[in-house]
């Protein structure tokens, strides 16, 4: 039996509201020039207000189940990579869940922020291999709008709403995940970082102090984000026996052009083998490799046989690579 976990189906959805610079320049004080050179971003997808970010992810979810030819009955574990579930609990993955009347399986969140989509591919890897499951649901959603200061000019260009979605089965052949790897540093949660939880109830006073908004360092998280995936991308390429010049696409996480375009000089990896969305959606957090992934897929980038690496950072600090043959 083939030893390795692969990908069956994706899937992605986002919200029909889109959001532009020059809407941006009549709420703070930006310009339509300035996000597109230091971020690359013409435009992200806001959730209405009160919208469930539940109700997004399922509609990614049945994209991804769709494509994998696979029953929600036939799912064996829901595992949702989010920081912006509907609620603080239960998890959203139990919401989905019951949306997608996927009674058999078991569900629960991962909270990694933007390196939660591939944290959860690690986590589902392992179980395949382990547990005996048949098929493992791996969803990334985000609706960091809800969390954003809107007067901020340093975060609010940045982000955008989105779920992103992979059925995982069990290969036949040589394909699927040859690595996965993850990695932490704690030390640095304060360059990026929302305070409001339990150290910080809802109150007036938490509201009026923006303790419930995303606070960050931009500068230092740039320049940690182009190291740290870097990092991830050699070790991840290494475990699996290959290198730079094996990759025939790079997915890297969407947060800014600048930083993109540095993780591919750094890894020697041609602009044309770098698969490049942020333009259109913003950082989407979590949800912004597996929607560019399922675009790169149904797009035709990816052919049967490529190499396809995925490398994510984000708020812990964390960061996360995974290399696939499809
Ligand atoms: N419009 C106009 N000017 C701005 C804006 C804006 N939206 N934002 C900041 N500026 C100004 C700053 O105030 C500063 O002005 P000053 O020199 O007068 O003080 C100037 O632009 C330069 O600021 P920098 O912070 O040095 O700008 P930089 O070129 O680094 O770009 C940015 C800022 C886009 C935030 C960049 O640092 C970045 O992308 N960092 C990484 C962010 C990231 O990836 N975060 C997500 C991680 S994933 C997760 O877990 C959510």
Known sequence: MSPFTCVLGSGHAVPPRILTNAELEQ?????????IERCGIRQRHIAAPGSALSDLATQAAQQALSAAEVAAADIDMIIVATVTGDMKFPAMACLIQEKLQADNAAAFDVSAACSGFLYSLHLADSLMRTSGYRHILVIAAEMLSSMVNWQDRNTCVLFGDGAGAVVLGRSDGSNGLLSTYV???????????????????PSHETIDNQLATINMAGREVFRHAVVSMTDALNAALEQAGLTSADIDLLIPHQANIRIIEGIGKRCKIP????????????????????????????????????????????????????????
């Open 183 to 201: 990695k932490s540093d704690g030390r640095h949660h304060k360059l990026l970082f929302n305070p409001g939880g339990s150290q910080h109830p």
């Open 27 to 35: 709420m703070v004080d930006t310009s339509e020039e300035w996000i």
């Open 271 to 326: 602009a044309d083998k770098v698969y490049v969305n942020v333009d259109r959606y913003g950082n989407t957090s979590a949800a912004s490799v597996p929607i560019a992934l399922n675009e790169a897929w149904r797009g035709g980038r990816i052919s049967s046989g490529d190499i396809v690496a995925l490398v994510t950072f984000g708020a812990g600090l964390t960061w996360s690579a995974c290399i696939i043959r499809f």
